[in-house]
């Protein structure tokens, strides 16, 4: 603010400034490709996407041949169903670290990423429905004295 106030009736003449909302660009390299980095447990997916046929490879793989359960392949596909984009981009995933169900959610939160680098007005949908928070909940350490995090051993009064 240029000047101060110095009571509450010069509050009611002075200019109304409210911040203005982030204006989001369109990130793409020098191919056509969007990239986002998407984690969940200890899995790091590396998503590009590109408009084309809906082909999607998995480190090398095929979709289907990688993520063989049809729940994987229906979360992967969970944020081009809410922009309504199926078929509309090619993927290429690289995904390491963590199980199947770690993979998946990480592919998922690097796929809603890479496409509101693509196209920034979907973020609003995608955010919407969660897409772009990563799901912070890892493994809880071993404690000592325990049989796991929290699991006590059996106590015997004999």
Same mark, same amino acid.
């Given at each position: 603010?240029?000047?101060?106030? %110095? %009571?509450?009736?010069?509050?009611?003449?002075?200019? !109304?400034?409210?911040?203005?909302?982030?204006?989001?660009?369109?990130? =793409? $390299?020098?191919? @056509?490709?969007?990239?986002?980095? @998407?984690?969940?447990? $200890?899995?790091?997916?590396?998503?590009?996407?590109?408009?084309?046929?809906?082909?999607?490879? =998995? !480190?090398?793989?095929?979709? $289907?041949?990688?993520?063989?359960?049809?729940?994987?392949?229906?979360?992967?596909?969970?944020?081009?169903?809410?922009? !309504?984009?199926? @078929?509309?981009? $090619?993927?290429?995933?690289?995904?390491?670290?963590?199980?199947?169900?770690?993979?998946?959610?990480? =592919?998922?939160?690097?796929?809603?990423?890479?496409?509101?680098?693509?196209?920034?007005?979907?973020? %609003?949908?995608?955010?919407?429905?969660?897409?772009?928070?990563?799901?912070?909940? =890892?493994?809880?350490?071993?404690?000592?004295?325990?049989?796991?995090?929290?699991?006590?051993?059996?106590?015997?009064?004999?």
């Amino acid at each position: 603010m240029a000047e101060t106030l %110095s %009571s509450l009736a010069d509050l009611k003449t002075a200019p !109304n400034a409210q911040p203005e909302a982030p204006k989001y660009e369109k990130k =793409v $390299d020098k191919l @056509g490709r969007a990239y986002a980095t @998407g984690k969940r447990k $200890d899995a790091v997916a590396r998503v590009w996407i590109k408009p084309g046929s809906g082909k999607t490879t =998995v !480190n090398g793989r095929a979709f $289907d041949v990688y993520f063989a359960r049809p729940v994987l392949r229906m979360i992967i596909q969970q944020p081009l169903v809410v922009a !309504n984009r199926l @078929g509309q981009y $090619d993927l290429m995933i690289s995904v390491a670290g963590g199980g199947l169900s770690g993979q998946a959610g990480a =592919v998922r939160h690097g796929l809603a990423k890479a496409l509101t680098n693509f196209e920034p007005e979907l973020r %609003s949908p995608l955010k919407k429905e969660g897409f772009l928070t990563r799901d912070s909940r =890892v493994v809880e350490r071993k404690k000592y004295g325990r049989k796991k995090a929290r699991r006590s051993f059996q106590f015997s009064k004999r």
